[in-house]
């Protein structure tokens, strides 16, 4: 018992290092050169190696398994991350060609209008209980603005100016309580006076002075009459939404909205000079037309 175990960890590691040894030799000689005892060896060695290149392939398999996995979790944060500022730039495009596309319609309106102006852009809204202004900054120095002067968009009319501060201008919206404009029917030339209702929770007008005779439908559009030369003619004001025509009485109600987004109001023209008497017409206080007999 004692010599076994005196002798057993030599053996063990004759053992270990002959058995590679003899399976190395067999696999590496030629067929002709081997004997039977190279060929139980063979024998004896293809199911261990078959199962260890089956252990091998997997393993390989595995790894790389995970670093393609690995590489493809990468890119796909480098793609996220590419998406994200492709998407920031499609965005910044968008952005300058809508202000690109406004601009030049503020450029078409402006060369169309047979009236000096002065472009300006908005810098805040005031609602309050009483006042619709909206404050704007001139894009130029400009010393001939004064109250009473209209103030024109891409869309139709925004209001006029209500007070001068230097280059900053408060603009009395068209839905101001206080605003008034002389207005014609496009489609069929009645006359009124298009009021802002001063409404804090939304953008609307009634139009004064329609007579009860007058041809007037939902949808209509209400442009400028030029009366007094106070506006520009034939500019959009408002559009009809809601018309109630009364049994009695000279006038309908007639409601309307402006054609104006006051809410995303950008860009404006003030009109600073209309003809040759503009000074007196311009500083002048609104007043409606007079109504016809019934």
Do not use: W
Not at 15 to 40: G, H, T
Not at 204 to 213: D, I, L, S
């Amino acid at each position: 018992m004692d010599l076994l175990r005196r002798y057993r960890d030599p053996f063990i590691v004759v053992v270990l290092l002959a058995v590679p040894f003899f399976f190395l030799r067999a696999n590496i000689r030629k067929p002709q050169e081997l004997n039977a005892f190279d060929s139980a060896i063979i024998r004896v060695s293809t199911p261990f190696q078959y199962a260890a290149s089956l252990l091998a392939r997997g393993v390989s398999s595995l790894v790389s398994d995970y670093v393609y996995l690995v590489d493809v979790k990468r890119d796909n944060r480098q793609l996220a991350y590419d998406n994200a500022v492709l998407r920031e730039r499609v965005r910044h495009l968008e952005q300058a060609q809508a202000e690109n596309l406004r601009l030049k319609k503020l450029l078409g309106l402006r060369e169309s209008l047979p009236v000096d102006v002065v472009s300006a852009h908005v810098v805040s809204k005031d609602t309050t209980e009483f006042f619709r202004v909206a404050r704007v900054t001139l894009d130029r120095s400009a010393r001939n603005i004064r109250p009473n002067m209209p103030v024109l968009s891409v869309d139709g009319v925004v209001g006029t100016v209500h007070r001068v501060a230097g280059e900053t201008v408060d603009v009395q919206l068209t839905v101001d309580s206080g605003s008034g404009i002389d207005v014609v029917v496009e489609r069929t030339g009645a006359r009124g006076f298009v009021r802002g209702t001063g409404d804090r929770n939304h953008y609307a007008c009634r139009v004064e002075y329609m007579q009860r005779t007058d041809e007037v439908a939902e949808g209509d559009l209400l442009i400028t009459s030029g009366v007094g030369k106070r506006f520009p003619k034939g500019i959009p004001v408002a559009r009809v939404s809601k018309v109630v025509r009364k049994d009695f009485g000279i006038y309908q109600s007639v409601e309307a909205t402006p054609v104006v987004d006051m809410s995303r109001l950008d860009n404006v023209l003030i009109v600073t000079s209309m003809g040759p008497d503009d000074s007196e017409a311009a500083a002048a206080e609104p007043k409606p037309a007079a109504p016809a007999g019934p």
